[in-house]
């Protein structure tokens, strides 16, 4: 526990600054309360009714003795009480305060990866981490979780995997301080490699946009399921399994195929042609709610809307838009879920507005709408998938995906309670658990 305290000591202000700076922190500190109070659908629920008093209270106390980084992880704590994706806080991600290692991290089932990175960093891409700031990762995600806000521990998980390139992170956990650290990774083979993180340059984080093209990539063999990147979704007819897949990426529009359309020529080929809906909605972090409609009722008009014959793919990166996709699926169609738990909840909170505390500069995305696409009395925190599947970054490397293999493939068996009952009742069937993974 004192390591997690170490890097406060690194960068505390001098005695006498520390009570202008305690006033810039309570500032701060009241600027988030009344936000959340006033903005937030449901503020101070499920763990935050107990705990946020006697929290805020502390950090209140120790507001004057706290570094930047330790402060952010302090502020993002508080909010991770809410038990909501949407609502949380990160450092600048513009200007000249905005300032991210050029890695990009991702968690597999075994293990977290690098996926792509600078070229001075050429070395890592590809291998497992093996520790941050010469700690073991297992152990600096235990530390980091409690700063995570997420509706559940997989909207959690798919959150900090963002923020394992800030250094406010790093140096908050006593990884390292004035924005260097150090990573050691595992290459495929076994072969270990270090390197030394360097303070970086202002600029964008590496979850804003597309990955720069002097960036070196791992290397892997294509998955249907990245084609037509800059798309938000597309279709494809597989003559094997006689099975459509569709893959939605975000929820917007398409310039070049608006989603009536596109929804349209779905439901045609759809009658035409398929025996097995797959719909993949991995990944897909949201966008425009008022654009699941069309898509929910061409899977109601299809002939495929039958007990066995619609997959949804989902996993911690299915997230707001996409979430209440996956809960109006779940309610209103006979579909089946693939994959692991879904990033949000089926009644979740979101609609995230954007504010800017008075004196850190840190950025606060609270909450503002209570979305409820499942039955009023579901208190499940994801949709947990009926077929589990695993995510390896061997089978990312190999070109292999496990989960829509699994859903082109099965013959499902009878769920209980699946087909006894009309889709609203469904988020009651019993493959529907909160442990993840799946016990043994």
């Not at 980084?69 to 949380?88: C, I, M, P, V």
């Amino acid at each position: 526990m004192l390591a997690l305290f170490a890097a406060a000591a690194l960068t505390l202000p001098q005695a006498s600054n520390r009570e202008t700076l305690r006033a810039a922190r309570l500032a701060d500190i009241d600027f988030l309360e009344t936000t959340i109070r006033a903005t937030h659908p449901e503020p101070l629920r499920k763990r935050a009714r107990e705990e946020w008093a006697p929290r805020i209270a502390a950090l209140r106390e120790r507001a004057g003795e706290l570094s930047d980084a330790r402060f952010y992880f302090e502020l993002s704590s508080l909010l991770a009480l809410l038990q909501d994706g949407h609502t949380r806080i990160l450092p600048p991600i513009d200007g000249d305060a905005s300032r991210w290692y050029p890695i990009r991290f991702e968690c597999f089932d075994d293990g977290v990866h690098v996926l792509a990175a600078d070229t001075k960093y050429e070395a890592l891409v590809g291998g497992r981490v093996v520790e941050l700031g010469g700690r073991p990762i297992d152990e600096v995600l235990a530390a980091a979780a409690p700063a995570s806000p997420g509706d559940n521990p997989l909207g959690g998980q798919s959150i900090l995997e963002r923020l394992l390139d800030s250094p406010s992170l790093h140096e908050a956990l006593g990884l390292g301080a004035g924005g260097a650290s150090r990573i050691s990774v595992e290459r495929p083979g076994g072969e270990r490699r270090d390197a030394d993180l360097a303070l970086p340059e202002p600029g964008p984080p590496p979850f804003a946009g597309a990955w720069p093209p002097n960036w070196v990539h791992a290397e892997s063999k294509p998955l249907l399921r990245d084609r037509d990147p800059d798309r938000p979704y597309f279709l494809e007819y597989l003559e094997p399994q006689r099975a459509l897949y569709v893959r939605i990426r975000r929820i917007e529009q398409d310039d070049k195929e608006r989603i009536v359309p596109f929804c349209k020529r779905m439901l045609a080929l759809g009658a035409e042609r398929a025996e097995r809906l797959v719909l993949d909605l991995r990944g897909n972090g949201g966008g425009n709610n008022y654009l699941n409609q069309p898509i929910v009722h061409a899977v109601l008009q299809s002939k495929l809307d039958e007990p066995g014959r619609v997959f949804v793919l989902i996993d911690g990166g299915t997230f707001s838009a996409a979430q209440n996709l996956a809960s109006q699926l779940e309610r209103e169609t006979w579909a089946l879920f693939v994959g692991s738990p879904t990033g949000s909840s089926p009644n979740h909170c979101g609609d995230a507005q954007r504010f800017k505390l008075p004196s850190s500069g840190f950025l606060l995305w609270c909450s503002t709408v209570r979305w409820q696409d499942s039955d009023p009395r579901d208190p499940r925190r994801w949709i947990y998938p009926d077929f589990p599947a695993p995510t390896r970054y061997a089978d990312f490397a190999a070109g292999r995906d496990p989960a829509l293999e699994l859903a082109l493939a099965c013959k499902p068996e009878k769920i209980e309670g699946y087909d006894a009952v009309l889709p609203i009742a469904h988020w009651q069937r019993s493959t529907q658990k909160d442990v993840w993974p799946p016990r043994r």
